[in-house]
Every structure is written in structure tokens, then in C-alpha cells.
């Protein structure tokens, strides 16, 4: 249950958050608990939908983001944000099951996307703590340094999430996938 009330509606949200309810709305044919429940705070939805939009316009594709999602989610044990991404992941990006459970420990089937997948999770387990190697290896996977940033700030996102939805304790509005605190 969560620790403060989550809006039930749309129409329970400070007027400033509608519009971006609406928008997710439009985008996903509902609107998930923590996005009702950061509309809470308008300024709070906006900074994360603005932060989320201009990574989704970004050089990452949906998939690689989302095998981030799944990485930091299970580093910082997240169970709503895994929950989240799992379905999203499966529904919107494409993954199949084998992919989502590599993600989910911090790697991924694809050798390229491997790099990034590695890369964040040992940003997220050691508090942005990276070698000199460990950015030499996602180069030598093929990423920019533009594709680098993303996906530092990927991993800056998803923290906010999950600390967002692990310290509100935010109901699980998707097909429940606990995640494993990673070590």
C-alpha cells in the first residue's frame, strides 16, 4: 500500500499535472500509479516527463533504454519499476523473455546493447564509480560519447524512479515481476 495517496483519476491531480496525464494517457492507453502519484508534485511529473521525453529523442533506441530500465531497477530492487519495464520492455520494445532476464541481471543477448546493459548496471551498483576500461569497452561496442552520456543519464532517470516508487512503497499496476536487489 502505498504511503501517501495516489490520485485515483485525472481528474484528481492539480490542474498544472492533466495535460502530461493526458499525454501518458494517450501513450499507453491508461496512466501507471507512478505517474499519478508524481503528479502529486506538477513541477516533480514535469521534470521527470521532460527528462524522459528528451532521452526518448535521443541516439539510444527504446529497446536499449528499456534493457536499462530493467538493470538499474534489479541493482536498486525496484519491483514496481521492474514491473514496469518488463511489460514494456515485452510489449513496446519487442524483448522476448530470454532478453528480459538477461537485462534484469545486468547484461543482454545482444553483444552491442551487452556493452551499454554493463556499463549502466555498474554505474548504478557503484554510484557512477567507473574505470577508464569499462568506458574503453562500450566504445569498442560502437557507442559515441553522446550515446555514452545517455546512458549515464538513462541510469540517472531510472534511479529517480525507483527511488521514487520504493520510498512511496507505489502499488504494482503491471504483472508483478520482483525485482532482486542486486550485490
Same mark, same amino acid.
Given at each position: 500500500m502505498s504511503r501517501i495517496p #495516489? $490520485? #485515483?483519476s485525472i =481528474?484528481? +491531480?492539480p490542474v498544472s499535472a492533466k495535460p502530461l496525464l493526458e499525454a501518458v494517457n494517450s501513450k499507453f492507453g491508461k496512466v501507471p500509479n507512478m505517474f499519478r502519484l508524481l503528479a502529486t508534485s506538477p513541477?516533480? *511529473?514535469e521534470g521527470y516527463h521532460g527528462l524522459n521525453g528528451? *532521452?526518448? &529523442?535521443? &541516439? *539510444?533506441n527504446a529497446a536499449t533504454r528499456e534493457r536499462i530500465a530493467l538493470a538499474v531497477a534489479n541493482v536498486n530492487g525496484c519491483t514496481y519499476c521492474n514491473s514496469a519495464h518488463a511489460y514494456f520492455a515485452a510489449n513496446l520494445a519487442m524483448l522476448d523473455a530470454a532478453e528480459i532476464a538477461a537485462n534484469r541481471d545486468g547484461r543482454s543477448n545482444d553483444p &552491442?546493447?551487452?556493452a551499454a546493459v554493463r556499463l549502466a548496471r555498474k554505474i548504478a551498483a557503484e554510484r557512477g564509480s567507473v574505470t577508464d576500461a569499462d568506458l574503453q569497452? +562500450?566504445?569498442l561496442a560502437g557507442y559515441s560519447d553522446a550515446e555514452i552520456i545517455e546512458i549515464v543519464v538513462n %541510469?540517472? *532517470?531510472? %534511479?529517480l524512479t525507483n527511488y521514487v516508487n520504493d520510498v512511496f512503497k507505489t502499488d504494482v =499496476?503491471? $504483472?508483478?515481476a520482483e525485482a532482486r536487489r542486486a550485490a
Open positions: #495516489t $490520485p #485515483t =481528474d484528481e +491531480v513541477q516533480a *511529473l528528451a *532521452l526518448a &529523442k535521443g &541516439k *539510444l &552491442k546493447a551487452d569497452s +562500450v566504445r %541510469v540517472a *532517470l531510472n %534511479v =499496476d503491471f $504483472p508483478v
